[in-house]
T-cell receptor, first 113, second 113 residues
Framework: KQEVTQIPAALSVPEGENLVLNCSFTDSAIYNLQWFRQDPGKGLTSLLLIQSSQREQTSGRLNASLDKSSGRSTLYIAASQPGDSATYLCAVRGTGTASKLTFGTGTRLQVTL | SAVISQKPSRDICQRGTSLTIQCQVDSQVTMMFWYRQQPGQSLTLIATANQGSEATYESGFVIDKFPISRPNLTFSTLTVSNMSPEDSSIYLC??????????FGPGTRLTVT
């Protein structure tokens, strides 16, 4: 059974700092990995999708890397802003077209002025 | 990307009653999913709903409690039956496009009193 863990559970940084969020998973047989953002009481916004054959994906100030063999992914946020404050979730999808997403526990990020 | 809407956005219900949540997608999708997010927790998959077939429920979730309909490729409903306070959660509809990226609706916040 796939298990996904995110460290740290919560993080507070001053505006402008670069930061790294970590995600680890126990079963390396994944199809892809997706990072999401969730604002309080809201749905999920997809940030980045990394296929199992890829090493990283970039979108604006966000960069996600994937090391499938070691069961790890990182989300790098450059020059953080107060608007980045949210909970960040990573989710891994197992192999097979009908496989489900398994979600991590999330990292709650607060960017202060 | 897919645009997903849910109705209602929130509701307060009495125990023992039922609530039906609607999910509408702006494009035709084969795979739709229903998730539950209990307070302070990550997401848990309730069931996968594919058009033209019975929904597939995850361990711990049963059709009598969470009946699902999927009448066409753009619409689905989830009913939470005979509610108790433990059913207080955010319920999220999700779709997978192109076999890859997964998108989520804004969620329905349910409080059972």
């Amino acid at each position: 059974k796939q298990e996904v863990t995110q460290i740290p559970a919560a993080l507070s940084v001053p505006e402008g700092e670069n930061l790294v969020l970590n995600c680890s998973f126990t079963d390396s047989a994944i199809y892809n990995l997706q990072w999401f953002r969730q604002d309080p009481g809201k749905g999920l916004t997809s940030l980045l999708l990394i296929q199992s054959s890829q090493r990283e994906q970039t979108s604006g100030r966000l960069n996600a890397s994937l090391d499938k063999s070691s069961g790890r992914s990182t989300l790098y946020i450059a020059a953080s802003q107060p608007g980045d404050s949210a909970t960040y979730l990573c989710a891994v999808r197992g192999t097979g077209t009908a496989s489900k997403l398994t979600f991590g526990t999330g990292t709650r990020l607060q960017v202060t002025l | 990307s897919a645009v997903i809407s849910q109705k209602p956005s929130r509701d307060i219900c009495q125990r023992g009653t039922s609530l039906t949540i609607q999910c509408q997608v702006d494009s035709q999708v084969t795979m739709m999913f229903w998730y539950r997010q209990q307070p302070g927790q990550s997401l848990t998959l309730i069931a996968t709903a594919n058009q033209g077939s019975e929904a597939t429920y995850e361990s711990g979730f049963v059709i009598d409690k969470f009946p699902i309909s999927r009448p066409n490729l753009t619409f689905s409903t989830l009913t939470v039956s005979n509610m108790s306070p433990e059913d207080s959660s955010i319920y999220l509809c999700s779709v997978r496009q192109g076999g890859n990226e997964q998108y989520f609706g804004p969620g329905t916040r349910l409080t059972v009193t």
